[in-house]
């Protein structure tokens, strides 16, 4: 079993950037299909970003393309979160998530291991 850990999380002003780490303990982050996903008050948890364990394949929330970027160093047991071009609307809770499906979507049941979450304000 892995348990994860966030960090980087803030306040920004809209247009500013902030980077997430996600490290891990327990078992090695090489075996899972990893995840951020996010959650502002009063909405459901939303998918983020997704990249998958061998390939590296990356997918992101239409709201997020083009401004986010997701990587993984399995070297480091380490997951990051580049965010550019914050808006408002970005701020929430953001969380790094791991699956055992090595190519997973975009349903958060579809990951088995959370993190407890990194605060990011975006003000405007």
């Known amino acids: 079993q892995v348990q994860l850990v966030e960090s980087g999380g803030g306040s920004v002003q809209a247009g500013g950037s902030l980077r997430l780490s996600c490290t891990a303990s327990?078992?090695?982050?090489?075996?899972?299909?990893l995840g951020w996903f996010r959650q502002a008050p009063g909405k459901e948890r939303e998918f983020v970003a997704t990249?998958?364990?061998?390939?590296?394949?990356?997918d992101y929330a239409d709201s997020v393309k083009g401004r986010f970027t997701i990587s993984r160093d399995n070297a480091k047991n380490a997951m990051y979160l580049q965010m550019n071009s914050l808006k408002f609307e970005d701020t929430a809770v953001y969380y790094c998530s791991a699956s055992n499906i090595g190519r997973p979507g975009m349903s958060a049941d579809e990951y088995s291991y959370w993190g407890q979450g990194t605060q990011v304000t975006v003000s405007s």
């Open positions: 327990g078992r090695a982050l090489s075996n899972y299909g």
């Open positions: 990249i998958s364990r061998i390939t590296g394949f990356t």
